[in-house]
């Protein structure tokens, strides 16, 4: 059965017990893993566990923890914690963010972003394995330790969150997993092959690499709801394109949609939002992200997979509501683990 995975929001206008619904409906429906992420909001691994308290079989995946904000050994002991309490269903996800957000929110200097990744990898594996950690690398120097805390599972999952050449490389040497964000199924194949490359020439095989890509989603029958889908995901991506600094306008550029990514971050500069959203052409919202109704939405799901996507991790879009959520994660849930909704999953 193909796995699918789905990403939780965790913003402030999101309350835990509405979290937890959806994370229980999930785990219901057989999705394979909840992932959540942490910009300047809740912090990742205290809310993974809250949903470990109240799942039963999904895994839990950071999506992402970056390499910035945390030591390595301190990522080793919290991952390592997260594993126990959900009795072996954890999964790293690691990434660098991004230079505003940890410079201007973390007050720490952006630097050697590839070779730091490298570092905390190999010192996470160590600690996870139970291993004295001795590591003497260019910016960690570490010595006689052996980390207390024990997984349950003998190795913890690490994907990581890249798109640049080098860090592709690095993922394709290292990672059991690839989190790539908003990547249209148009350059999917020629990334996978650039980490399949860098797989091979490191004596591995690109079969043993999780791709799992965020992508944006919605699933609607009805007109009205589809338009607000359309315009929360609109809205949400000329976020990341015009407020989040270059790295997702570079994105956009490099994926062939130049000519948007510029119109939408002249917008977003003018504070005209409502331009910003409009300016993202609907072959580039085609590509990117999944929305219509439920074979429309299974369809374009299949194309991403036939792209070469294991498993593709579902995200609506910031401002979704409840009803809407719950209704995309059940319109796209493997068809052999669906059960049925309770009155409480539809209200």
């Not at 205290?46 to 910035?68: D, K, R, Y």
């Not at 126990?84 to 720490?108: D, F, M, P």
């Not at 989603?217 to 607000?228: K, R, V």
């Not at 956009?252 to 409009?278: I, L």
Request: hydrophobic residues 40%; contains cysteine.
């Amino acid at each position: 059965m193909p796995a699918t995975g789905l990403f939780i929001e965790t913003s402030p206008d999101i309350s835990n017990a509405d979290m937890i619904t959806v994370a229980q409906r999930a785990d219901a429906l057989g999705y394979h893993s909840l992932w959540t992420g942490e910009s300047w909001g809740r912090d990742v691994f205290t809310v993974l566990t809250m949903l470990a308290c109240h799942t039963q079989s999904v895994h839990l995946g950071t999506g992402i923890a970056t390499v910035f904000s945390r030591t390595p050994s301190l990522i080793a002991q919290s991952i390592a914690s997260l594993d126990s309490i959900s009795e072996g269903r954890a999964i790293l996800g690691l990434g660098t963010s991004g230079r505003i957000v940890i410079e201007n929110w973390h007050g720490l200097p952006y630097r050697k972003p590839l070779a730091r990744t490298r570092e905390y990898i190999e010192i996470i594996r160590q600690a996870l394995a139970g291993e004295q950690v001795n590591h003497q690398g260019e910016l960690f120097q570490l010595a006689r330790f052996r980390m207390t805390a024990r997984p349950v599972q003998k190795q913890v999952p690490i994907y990581l969150a890249t798109l640049g050449p080098k860090n592709l490389e690095l993922t394709g040497q290292l990672a059991d997993g690839w989190l790539p964000t908003w990547v249209g199924r148009k350059q999917l194949p020629e990334l996978k092959g650039q980490i399949a490359d860098a797989a091979s020439k490191a004596g591995r095989d690109i079969a043993d690499i999780t791709v799992a890509p965020y992508i944006m989603c919605y699933a609607a029958d009805d007109p009205d709801e589809l338009a607000e889908g359309e315009k929360r995901i609109r809205a949400h991506l000329a976020y990341y394109i015009g407020g989040m600094g270059d790295y997702y306008h570079a994105l956009a550029t490099r994926q062939g949609y130049a000519a948007e990514a510029d119109a939408t971050r002249q917008a977003w500069a003018e504070g005209d939002r409502a331009k910003a959203a409009s300016a993202l052409s609907d072959d580039m919202l085609n590509d990117i992200a999944v929305l219509g109704n439920s074979a429309q939405c299974r369809a374009n799901l299949d194309d991403f997979r036939r792209a070469g996507v294991d498993m593709p991790i579902l995200t609506p879009p910031r401002g979704a509501s409840l009803p809407g959520v719950l209704r995309t994660l059940e319109a796209l849930a493997p068809e052999e683990s669906k059960q049925p909704a309770t009155q409480a999953d539809r209200t």
